[in-house]
């Protein structure tokens, strides 16, 4: 399926309101997991920039195949505004582009090449585009140790202009799975309390921290409960990362906040409209499984 949301003409709201199936929720090309489609602050992404009148760019860390990226640029077309696309893999980025081209959107989306944090600055961002209006993180933070977090938040925070914004979603360690009687939240919740009796800095961190918590277990338990054959759902299991940090919002906030001239706005968790559902949540329940952060840098 097309990776692209085809949003026609359609205003912004409509676009957010647009139901798109599931061509928005795509396996990435490496081991990192899904796309899972538009993020619930794709809007305060976009106010970022519009802040700074979208004098700056914007920029998608971890874009994939861009879900969010055209979402944006289409709603901007003809505001000056312009979307920079990075992601690790090439294959994405190529895409990313097609895409552009395709939808005529070359004038608002570029790509880069990069990867956090450790050669995030390799991409030489700050050189080619000035620094950013605007910065997007979804999804990629919960592949990442508490370290390599810390080290993002400074990275990020290098690449935003005074007044810009930093927009972050990851999965939680109140997610549904996580606190079910599911075999991987079993093992999570075990894992996470123990780390927090232990005063662990970053408890959620359970595979990491031993291979305790087994994410290919968790994404071949949805593929069945999708309905799909089990040598499909192993195939879908073997293609995600053996490691996952599920993040409390509070442990995010007080990682940006240990920057120098960050402050965060708001910190907590929401729904994300596109996430797997494993097991039967109620919406309440819901509301809980991803974790949400807006900061700004001082001006």
């Known amino acids: 399926p097309s990776a692209r949301v085809a949003v026609g003409d359609a205003s912004f709201d409509a676009a957010m309101d647009l139901n798109v199936g599931n061509d928005e929720v795509r396996a990435t090309l490496n081991t990192g997991g899904f796309q899972f489609g538009s993020s619930p602050l794709l809007r305060e992404w976009i106010d970022g920039s519009a802040r700074l009148g979208h004098r700056r760019p914007m920029l998608d860390v971890g874009c994939a195949f861009g879900a969010n990226v055209f979402l944006a640029a289409r709603a901007l077309r003809g505001t000056g505004a312009h979307v920079v696309a990075l992601d690790c893999d ?153 490691g996952f940090h599920l993040i409390a919002p509070e442990l995010l906030a007080a990682a940006v906040e240990a920057v120098p001239g960050m402050r965060v706005v708001r910190a907590g968790t929401g729904k994300h409209h596109r996430y797997p559902v494993i097991g039967t949540p109620t919406e309440e329940e819901r509301q809980k499984e991803c974790t949400q952060l807006v900061a700004t840098k001082d001006a």
């Open 90 to 242: 090439t294959r994405h980025l190529d895409e990313v582009m097609a895409g552009a081209a395709e939808a005529e959107l070359t004038d608002v989306v570029s790509t880069a090449f990069g990867r956090l944090p450790d050669n995030l600055a390799e991409a030489d961002l700050v050189a080619k585009h000035g620094t950013f209006s605007s910065i997007l993180v979804s999804e990629v933070f919960h592949f990442l140790s508490g370290p390599q977090i810390e080290a993002s938040c400074r990275a990020l925070a290098s690449l935003l202009a005074p007044g810009g914004t930093l927009v972050v979603t990851a999965a939680a360690p109140s997610i549904y799975f996580a606190v079910s009687r599911t075999r991987p939240g079993a093992a999570f919740r075990r894992t996470y309390d123990a780390n927090v009796k232990a005063g662990a800095r970053w408890p959620g961190e359970c595979e990491i921290h031993g291979g305790i918590f087994n994410v290919r277990e968790l994404v071949f338990d949805w593929q069945i409960g999708l309905g799909m054959d089990e040598g499909i759902a192993r195939a879908a299991s073997l293609r995600q990362p053996t």
